[in-house]
């Protein structure tokens, strides 16, 4: 009985793969009816496309198998010694016999000039290494830079064709999760064979059969030298004035065992704590203020974080998977960060309101000392028939900042600590049932602290906050622990082509925001500033919730609808200022998601979605609390609630074996809220009151990029073209006005192979911002900036790589000089290979410039920030490679 339902077993699986796939099958033989051994075969459809592909066996038979629909398609048979021979292919269940006509082939002299090639298969798109490298290259990120279609950001951020990448996997396995930078950054490019674009990619085995996902993640797979021992590098660097930079990679990717490893640390303005970039993931639903209170609003000039930042930090990165089975793995993330900081800006801004403009004039010098620890456990059981994964997460961040301030001539200095703690654990287990359906549960659990304090001495506007007295200080005291939960249950029936999912769950949101603002007299009294600056608020925001989803897959046409019902309830207490209220509500928010496959490689999507949305404590405490140093930000309104309507559009090209991307974009959205912002401005200070009025946003996007290959010039070009436009309100000093928002965008590069020993890039961006309104002042704001950036690397004598390297910015707007930077740095190093040692001597800002200026524009509003910077640094570094 039991041979009979393996036999039975495996004959269904045989069926159901036969179902999904066809099949031609035939033989190629000579003139003399001789089999011709390992000839190319390819089915190709009437546009030349192929759609399979493969080798005759030892009998000179073939089999191709596809997926795709045609009427109209072709075998062709081809290989040395031999005419091309294609045939046509009149129905699917007949075996083809191809006869090849013997051809003497004079072979000419053939100059390699290095082409590269993308092979495809299936949904895996594979880039050889290799073939984009260059001999001056470091790591596996200095290469995907030059791949056509994948685009990397200064962040890290990795994406493919316009779309940001799922996740990054090492020989199919996700060491990195969400923080992948430290990845691209570290593994050397020599240690990876192939780059594989995964599209579809979906982690869980269990639902890959019936597979409806449309993320795209990246695979790097090692080469079999790389996996049998250790890898990395030790840097040490020290340079003028007073400079430092240390690294330490260590890397191994075994079957059983990963890890990446790193620490380092400098003080030449490279931020470590970039590593700890996450680049998805979200909160599970818990939506709480990252924080109340602030130093400044300094804002961030428009330069790369190196040539801006005076620090001294160090980070250790560590992150280690041990693999007990394919099904079972363990892995461990942990990293903490070091960091002091120093800052020096002067800032002028102007918000021009009707018959009158409010002007800032401010200096201001930080002193930041941020300190993060993150640790991650996960197990993780991943098989055909189950998975389980156990998230246990631990962050910790605490950030000290002491600063002197100068605004509109008023000095004061100020105190800033904060700290964050927050541990939460995520449990998913799925199962899928001897039907091929699937049961699913998940459950979500964190609690969190961030305790605030903000100390301002001496006293500052005491006409508001002392009776009009001079005072000594004050102090702003902010604490909000927060307890999450979020859990439901999910069956899935999978039929085919078509899947019906079924959620039932819940989440509960429990908050205490507790805040008070002292003053301290001369005399070093303490006292409350008022019983209104004090908030003892108790939340509870609760959801009850069901959807269902429906998600159709045929191959070419693809469609998900998603039916979501929700019971929300929310209740707010404050005893100290009488209020205690209630809401409930019930809302329906559905979505519809709509995929085309117009060709094998090309698809349209189409996608609308209506959401109503509850908001946050932020908006509902009524005492006043003391954001910074000139903003008193409080509330009088009931809960924020908002409705929104979005749709989008796009379109995805690609000739992966010409090496063309294309990707389309287009989406509209609107959204109506019953809440605003009023803020009352003054040249001192900035007072914001949440109140009741409903006011509607409006938002349009389009965009368009394009990367190809080309193949003469050895070159990678990437071109792009945005816009967005958005329309809203402000409420400023009582006067409504209406605001229309366009940022209009440019970009083009070019990353060339000029020839053996030299290479050049080059990218430029050009924005174009107006802000404007149709009121009666006929307020407008109209900036514009070019950022170039472009460098030129040699090689000398095989092992000396020079690089020199500029940027150029310019801004211009209306009513301001027009503003222009030129930064370069030059780069020589020397590799030395028995060694495994490279030297290296760097000059950044050869210019020695000092001083950045930058404006922004914001609505009505226009400033412009004044930025100390590091001058010219010069640096020697030693890099042993293992």
Partial sequence: MRAFIIILAFFLFGFTSAFAQKQIKGKVRDAKGVPVVSANINLKDKEGNILSFTRTDDKGNFILSFTEENKDLSIEATTIGYEKKIISVVELNKSYDLVMVESETNLKTVVVKNRPSLTLN??????????????????????????????????????????????????????????????????????????????????????????????????????????????????????????????????MFKKKIKFINNIKGNNIGIDPGIDLTSFFGGNSGNDKPSGFLSAGAAGVPTLPQKRTLFNKAGLANLNNLYKFSEDLQVKANIAYLYDQRDQQYSKFSETYLTGQTITYNEVQQNAI???????????????????????????????????????????????????????????????????????????????????????????????????????????????????????????????????????????????????ELYRVQNNQSTELVSAQMTNNLEWLKTKLYTDATYEYNSGKFKASLGLPISYNYISYSDETKDLDKNLNRIFVNPSLSLKYQTG?????????????????????????????????????????????????????????????????????????????????????????VVISLPNDMKSLAFSANASKYLFDLRSTVNVGASFNQSTFEQLQNNVLLPFTSQSTAYKGGIDSKINNFINWSYNATYVISTNKTTSASAIKNNNQQLRQQSSITAT?????????????????????????????DFNIRYRMQKLKTDLEFGITNLANIKKFEAN??????????????????????ATFNF
């Fill in 796 to 824: 000398a004598f095989k092992s000396v790589f020079m690089t020199l390297s500029a940027e150029h910015i310019f801004t211009h707007q209306t009513t301001q000089p027009n503003l222009k930077y030129l930064f370069a």
């Fill in 600 to 688: 094998i490689e090309n698809y349209v999507t189409a996608n609308y979605s209506y959401n109503n949305n509850l908001g946050g404590i932020d908006d509902v405490y009524r005492g006043t609390i003391l954001k910074n140093y000139r903003s008193l930000f409080a509330n009088d309104a009931p809960i924020t609630e908002s409705k929104s309507q979005s749709v989008g559009a796009g379109f995805n090209f690609r000739k992966a074996m010409q090496m063309l991307f294309l990707n389309l974009n287009a989406s509209y959205s609107t959204s109506t809220v019953n809440t605003i912002s009023s803020y009352n401005l003054a040249n001192n200070i900035q007072q914001r």
């Fill in 856 to 877: 922004y524009l914001s609505a009505n509003s226009f400033s412009s920030g004044t930025y100390y910077i590091p001058g010219r640094v010069a640096m020697m570094k």
């Fill in 369 to 515: 000392n941020p300190q993060k620890l993150q640790a991650k456990l996960n197990v993780l059981a991943n098989a055909d028939k189950y998975y389980f994964s156990d998230n246990l997460v631990t962050n910790y961040s605490l950030s000290n900042t002491v600063s002197n301030v100068t605004t509109n001539g008023i000095g004061a200095n100020q105190a800033l600590n904060q700290k964050n703690f927050d541990i939460s654990n995520e449990l998913v287990y799925r199962k899928k049932l001897k039907s091929d359906n699937t049961f699913n549960f998940f459950s979500y659990v964190s609690r969190a602290t961030q305790p605030e304090v903000l100390n301002i001495t001496p006293g500052l506007n005491e006409a508001i906050l002392n009776n009009g007295n001079s005072f000594a200080g004050l102090n702003q005291y902010v604490k909000l622990p927060t307890w999450y939960t979020n859990n439901y249950t999910a069956f899935a029936f999978v039929n085919s082509k078509f899947t019906q999912t079924y959620r039932v769950g819940f989440n509960v949101q429990h908050q205490e925001l507790g805040s």
């Fill in 122 to 251: 299936g949904d895996t798109l594979n880039y050889k290494t290799s073939d984009f490298a260059d001999k001056q290259d470091r790591s596996i990120g200095d290469v995907l830079k030059k791949m056509p279609g994948i685009e990397v950001s200064e962040d890290g951020k990795v994406s493919y064709n316009g779309k940001g990448i799922s996740a990054l996997y090492v020989d199919g396995d996700n060491i990195l999760d969400d923080k992948y930078s430290i990845g691209t950054k570290s593994i050397p490019h020599g240690a990876v064979d192939k780059v594989q674009v995964i599209e579809k990619d979906q982690p869980v085995k269990m639902l890959r059969k019936n597979n409806m996902s449309d993320d795209v993640a990246l695979n790097l797979v090692m080469k079999d030298e790389a996996k049998l021992k250790v890898l990395g590098d030790i840097r040490a660097g020290l340079g003028t004035p007073d400079r430092f930079d240390g690294n330490a990679n260590a890397m």
